[in-house]
C-alpha cells in the first residue's frame, strides 16, 4: 500500500509560483513511476507531469512544459512540482499519483497509476 498526502496549494496571481509536495508513505510497495495531475472544474482529469524515480527521467504536457518541474528527494519519498509563470488556466485540483505493483501504461494514463492523493487547490487569478 502507499499513502500519498499533497501540500502546497493555494491562491496566487498570474504569473505567481506556487510549489506542490507529495509525500509518499510507502508500506510493501515503492512506486517506480510518480505523477502530478490535474482535473479543472467541468474538465477531465489530465497528467501533467511524471518522473520514472529510478533513472530520474521527466516527462510533461505541452501545456506546461518550460514552466513546470517536477522533482524527487533522493530517496524518493517525496515528489515536488514547482510551477513557475502560473496562468488562470493553471486553476484546478492538483493530485498526486503513484504506480502499482502491477499497473502497466503510457504516463498519461489513468490505469498506470494505482495510488491517488486527495488533492491540493491551486487557483491562479488574473
Known amino acids: 500500500q502507499v499513502q500519498l498526502v499533497e501540500s502546497g496549494g493555494g491562491s496566487v496571481q498570474a504569473g505567481g509560483s506556487l510549489r506542490l509536495s507529495c509525500v509518499a508513505n510507502v508500506d510493501t510497495y515503492r512506486p517506480h513511476w510518480m505523477a502530478w495531475w490535474r482535473q479543472a472544474p467541468g474538465k477531465e482529469r489530465e497528467a501533467i507531469a511524471c518522473?520514472?524515480?529510478?533513472?530520474?527521467?521527466?516527462h510533461y504536457a505541452d501545456s506546461v512544459k518550460g514552466r513546470f518541474t517536477i522533482s524527487a528527494d533522493n530517496a524518493g519519498n517525496t515528489v515536488y512540482l514547482q510551477m513557475n509563470d502560473l496562468k488562470p488556466e493553471d486553476t484546478a485540483m492538483y493530485y498526486c499519483?503513484?504506480?502499482?505493483?502491477?499497473?502497466?501504461?503510457?504516463?498519461?494514463?489513468?490505469?498506470?497509476?494505482?495510488?491517488w492523493g486527495q488533492g491540493t487547490q491551486v487557483t491562479v487569478s488574473s
Open positions: 499519483a503513484a504506480d502499482g505493483p502491477e499497473t502497466i501504461g503510457a504516463w498519461t494514463n489513468r490505469s498506470m497509476y494505482a495510488y
Open positions: 518522473t520514472y524515480l529510478a533513472q530520474e527521467s521527466e
